[in-house]
């Protein structure tokens, strides 16, 4: 199937469980975001009892399963477990998984098809003030973002995610093998591994994303859009940066008012 013949067959895919976040509330904001700048269908992938007001392409309904963590006296749910899934579920030949927390303000993510690759990651991020994410842990290896992924449904995709799939149920073993500080399972750290085995356990950045990923760490009060810029205020200070997608941490932001002004400005209103 040449590049061309595939791309009615070419689509997103995104997950959202909600927990003390409403992700799917997000996922609905964001995924505004996508068909507006990508004008590519979208499936949700999701538990039984969410509501999602979006007019997604497909809903797939699944057991939602994660971890727990915990900040002094409050317990906090994540339910990040089953991303290996995406392939198996995307309706998709090409798909392009993303994270709800990953605004997208242009088209760039399009133009990686055009290029050969079995599944494309994000390897590199930066953020205003330099913040480096470093390693998996102080002898261990880089980890790379599931924030955003690009994958073809071919042998060595599906190999990919099903070494996924194996980490998540032996995490215990794969965390104390590759010296992960965190003892919380995360995606970030399962697809760094799994591209690590992949690849002949070298650190192959040869699929990388061939650009960093613009990150938001800090909290954010709120977002303004010029034609060029996009300026992102904490506090009475503003970072401003070129227009471009990006990776907001903060899910109150996310959930705020502001926010969905912003996506209704640039969408129209629901």
């Given amino acids: 199937m040449n590049l061309n013949d595939s791309a009615k067959f070419r689509g997103v895919v995104v997950f959202a469980f909600n927990t003390n976040v409403n992700y799917v509330q997000i996922a609905d904001r964001t995924s505004r975001l996508i068909a507006h700048h990508l004008h590519l269908p979208i499936t949700l992938i999701t538990d039984h009892d969410s509501e999602p007001e979006f007019s997604y392409d497909q809903i797939i309904r699944i057991d939602p399963q994660g971890d727990t963590w915990r900040i002094g006296d409050v317990t906090n749910r994540w339910r990040n477990f089953g991303r290996y899934l995406a392939c198996e579920l995307s309706p998709y030949y090409e798909t392009i998984l993303l994270d709800t927390d990953y605004l997208v303000f242009d088209d760039s993510l399009l133009k990686l098809f055009e290029t050969e690759f079995d599944?494309?990651?994000?390897?590199?991020?930066?953020?205003?003030?330099?913040?480096?994410?470093?390693?998996?842990?102080?002898?261990?290896?880089?980890?790379?973002?599931?924030?955003?992924?690009?994958?073809?449904?071919?042998?060595?995709?599906?190999?990919?995610?099903?070494?996924?799939?194996?980490?998540?149920?032996?995490?215990?073993?794969?965390?104390?093998?590759?010296?992960?500080?965190?003892?919380?399972?995360?995606?970030?750290?399962?697809?760094?591994?799994?591209?690590?085995?992949?690849?002949?356990?070298?650190?192959?950045?040869?699929?990388?994303?061939?650009?960093?990923?613009?990150?938001?760490?800090?909290?954010?009060?709120?977002?303004?859009?010029t034609d060029t810029q996009i300026l992102i205020y904490h506090k009475d200070q503003a970072v401003v940066?070129?227009?471009?997608?990006?990776?907001?941490?903060?899910?109150?932001?996310?959930?705020?008012?502001?926010?969905?002004?912003?996506?209704?400005?640039?969408?129209?209103?629901?």
């Fill in 119 to 225: 599944y494309k990651l994000m390897h590199h991020t930066c953020t205003p003030d330099n913040l480096n994410f470093g390693d998996m842990g102080e002898i261990s290896l880089p980890f790379v973002w599931a924030t955003v992924v690009l994958f073809r449904k071919t042998l060595r995709t599906q190999t990919f995610f099903n070494l996924i799939g194996r980490i998540q149920r032996n995490y215990n073993y794969y965390r104390m093998l590759y010296n992960i500080r965190e003892g919380n399972y995360r995606n970030d750290y399962a697809f760094a591994i799994a591209n690590n085995i992949i690849s002949g356990y070298s650190l192959n950045e040869q699929q990388s994303i061939p650009w960093k990923m613009f990150t938001i760490n800090d909290k954010i009060e709120r977002i303004r859009l």
């Fill in 241 to 270: 940066i070129p227009y471009q997608n990006v990776h907001v941490m903060d899910k109150v932001y996310l959930q705020s008012n502001n926010f969905n002004q912003v996506v209704e400005a640039i969408c129209g209103a629901a």
